[in-house]
């Protein structure tokens, strides 16, 4: 069955650190192209990240320089490092992988939710 | 990059035909064909209804279809039912400079 399963959000300090975990199974993280989406509480989806087969990873302005997109082609996991959160960045985290050719998402996980407060 | 422009909300009775539009500019909606959409009921993760502008993943209704003209995508749902109520996102892919997935604001379908 092709599935992905986030994990790893939480609650944490404005400032902190916390790193999301994707792990995938039935198809393989090297030949597919995955994406981070975020929903914040009551409002719409909104585009994080993005790693390619490739290895190449590329982000939306509102995260450039404070996340890390990579993966662990060996586990079939990809991660989500967060740095410098602030509190516009609570919200649900979903990873998703990419259609092939189309620039579209058919398989999401079932979101991890990343709160931050003091 | 701006969010994609929807309306928030759009409303119908049970068999009628409903449209949602999705504007974007010459650089994203106008520029490339691969403006997807995705279904959202309450509580639940996206689905995925359209992709390339028209083309419907398997299992998805025939009810569903897409379109786009200039830097307008639109998403039509005919015969429409109950379960169709949901949140609805359109989402362009664009590369000025590096690659963005820019998704719409999202439109609120209710069924009267």
């Known amino acids: 069955e092709v599935q992905l399963v986030e994990s790893g959000g939480g609650l944490v300090q404005p400032g902190g650190s916390l790193r999301l975990s994707c792990v995938v199974s039935?198809?393989?993280?090297?030949?597919?192209?995955i994406i981070w989406v975020r929903q914040a509480p009551g409002k719409g989806l909104e585009w994080v990240s993005v790693?390619?087969?490739?290895?190449?990873?590329y982000y939306a302005d509102s995260v450039k320089g404070r996340f890390t997109f990579s993966r662990d082609t060996s586990k079939n996991t990809l991660s989500l490092q967060m740095n410098s959160l602030r509190g516009d960045d609570t919200a649900v985290y979903y990873c998703?992988?990419?259609?092939?050719?189309?620039?579209?998402?058919?398989?999401w996980g079932q979101g991890t939710m990343v709160s931050v407060s003091s | 990059q701006s969010a994609l422009t929807q309306p928030a909300s759009v409303s119908g009775s049970p068999g009628q035909s409903i449209t949602i539009s999705c504007t974007g500019t010459s650089t994203d909606v106008g520029a490339y064909n691969y403006v997807s959409w995705y279904q959202q009921h309450p509580g639940k993760v996206p689905k995925l209804i359209i992709y390339?502008?028209?083309n419907r993943p398997s299992g998805v209704s025939n009810r569903f279809s897409g379109s786009k003209s200039g830097n307008t995508a639109s998403l039509s749902i005919s015969g429409l039912q109950a379960e169709d109520e949901a949140d609805y996102y359109c989402?362009?892919?664009?590369?000025?400079?590096?690659?963005?997935?820019?998704f719409g604001t999202g439109t609120k379908v209710t069924v009267l």
């Open positions: 790693i390619y087969s490739g290895g190449n990873s």
């Open positions: 998703a992988r990419g259609l092939y050719g189309a620039y579209a998402f058919d398989i």
């Open positions: 989402n362009s892919y664009t590369t000025s400079s590096t690659p963005k997935y820019i």
């Open positions: 390339e502008v028209s």
């Open positions: 039935g198809f393989t993280v090297s030949s597919n192209y």
